[in-house]
């Protein structure tokens, strides 16, 4: 079956602009979540969705926002990009949210 | 607050020798213990994980030991080899009203040298 899909796989911003990243979680999977990786700060945990949910959130300034649909993709949006906003965000889909993660192959967001 | 310490975040050791990597969690409720790899340029995949209820699983040259006691839990990798080199992640997924969030270790880079 198909893994998670994530799009675009890179981005390239300005500062002050917003962004939408998007991920298709595996096939039954309901859970969505996602985490900015940083070489200075590991996998960070942004939220995490089910059946259209935020079930959970983490430290990130309301800039980060996201949603899901009825079928299960997410998305995820940055507003008024910052510098420091450059990651590899990785998106994760599980069964129910209490299993392990499979992970998506990220979006490489680079702001300049 | 929620954390995970994981030690020691670089790691080399012989082709052939055993890796230890360790981690500590904050919270006495986690129930879920996942160990994830990630070779460069690629994302992170789930290698094995434990539950609270068990305090050893192995998985052929790969064990994790969960002490709930000390909050500690440990990845045995035995027989290194070249591919085993990548950075490792331990995590804890949280409990009560946080059930479904996953929180990662910083790293551990293992380097095998031939």
């Known amino acids: 079956k198909a893994g998670v899909t994530q799009t675009p796989r890179y981005l390239i911003k300005t500062r002050g602009q917003q962004v939408t990243l998007s991920c298709s979680p595996i096939?039954?999977?309901?859970?969505v979540s996602w985490y900015q990786q940083t070489p200075g700060q590991g996998l960070q945990f942004l939220f995490e969705y089910f059946s259209e949910t935020q079930r959970n959130k983490g430290n990130f300034p309301g800039r980060f926002s996201g949603r899901q649909f009825s079928n299960s993709r997410s998305e995820m949006n940055v507003s008024t990009l910052e510098l420091g906003d450059s990651a590899l965000y990785l998106c994760?889909?599980?069964?129910?949210?209490?299993?392990?993660?499979?992970f998506g192959s990220g979006t490489r967001l680079t702001v300049v | 607050g929620e954390n995970v310490e994981q030690h020691p975040s670089t790691l080399s050791v012989q082709e052939g020798d055993s890796a230890v990597i360790k981690c500590t969690y904050s919270?006495?409720?986690?129930?879920?213990f996942p160990w994830y790899k990630q070779e460069l340029g690629k994302r992170p995949q789930l290698i094995i994980d434990i539950r609270s209820n068990v305090g050893e699983k192995k998985d052929q040259r790969i064990a994790v030991t969960l002490n709930k006691t000390a909050k500690h839990f440990s990845l045995h990798i035995t027989e290194t080899q070249p591919e085993d080199s990548a950075v490792y992640f331990c995590a804890a997924r949280m409990a009560g009203s946080s059930a479904s969030k996953i929180i990662f270790g910083s790293g551990t880079r293992l380097s095998i040298r031939p």
């Open positions: 994760a889909s599980s069964f129910g949210g209490q299993d392990g993660y499979t």
């Open positions: 096939s039954g999977h309901r859970s």
């Open positions: 919270d006495s409720a986690s129930n879920y």
